[in-house]
Nanobody
């Protein structure tokens, strides 16, 4: 049974920091690219950051470059998102995603989401 369980969300003041975690189970974690997406209130879900399988190449949305860092620990089957210098516009539900495409076969898994609210 595949599970992605996010944690670490909450209420933080502008300029503050949070670290999200996503614990994975039920699949071979190291084989999957891992991503964080977010969905602000009333808006569509958007990609925040991605880290590739194996070598851990990263890419970020322009809006979070220099403030957010994605990392993974394959021994713990966990992906993280360190969020610094948070802004009110970072307020959203943050989702963890696992993705793998091999020979046309796609595996795409989602967590249930964790709320991040940036407000004074």
């Amino acid at each position: 049974q595949v599970q992605l369980v996010e944690s670490g969300g909450g209420l933080v003041q502008p300029g503050g920091s949070l670290k999200l975690s996503c614990a994975a189970s039920g699949f071979t974690f190291s084989n999957y690219a891992m991503s964080w997406y977010r969905q602000p209130p009333g808006k569509e879900r958007e990609l925040v950051a991605r880290i590739s399988s194996y070598i851990g190449r990263t890419n970020y949305a322009d809006s979070v470059k220099g403030r957010f860092t994605i990392s993974r620990d394959n021994a713990k089957n966990t992906v993280y998102l360190q969020m610094n210098s948070l802004k009110p516009e970072d307020t959203a539900v943050y989702y963890c995603n696992a993705y793998r495409s091999v020979a046309g076969s796609v595996r795409d898994y989602w967590g249930q989401g964790t709320q991040v609210t940036v407000s004074s």
